[in-house]
Nanobody, 122 residues
Framework: QVQLVESGGGLVQAGGSLRLSCTAS????????MGWYRQAPGKQRELVAT???????NYGDSVKDRFIISRDDAKNTVYLQMNSLKPEDTAVYYC????????????????WGQGTQVTVSS
């Protein structure tokens, strides 16, 4: 099983910055993808940013050029630097990882954190 511990949410004024962190742990071989999704009240969960180990990053259109995702594989931690925050960025932010493990066979599985609230005031 995999555990995800998120931190860094809170209240910030428009134009400000926040940094989210998520550390993954558990009996898993590797974390192929690490990233963040968000869900605002009354809306569907949407992609914020993901980082695929050693290859690429992917951003949602609404956060491109404002948010930066990074990861420290030695610490199994993914970070989200959020700059120039807007009230429409207000949401619960969920850490997401796709892990690769092995029992009798190799497998991949998706895991979600409990979420951290980000509120941007105007």
């Amino acid at each position: 099983q995999v555990q995800l511990v998120e931190s860094g949410g809170g209240l910030v004024q428009a134009g400000g910055s926040l940094r989210l962190s998520c550390t993954a742990s558990g009996n898993i071989l590797s974390f192929i993808v690490m990233g963040w999704y968000r869900q605002a009240p009354g809306k569907q969960r949407e992609l914020v940013a993901t980082s695929t180990s050693g290859t690429s990053t992917n951003y949602g259109d609404s956060v491109k050029d404002r948010f930066i995702i990074s990861r420290d594989d030695a610490k199994n931690t993914v970070y989200l630097q959020m700059n120039s925050l807007k009230p429409e960025d207000t949401a619960v932010y969920y850490c997401y990882v796709r892990g690769r493990g092995r029992d009798s066979v190799f497998y991949t599985k998706d895991y979600w954190g409990q979420g951290t609230q980000v509120t941007v005031s105007s």
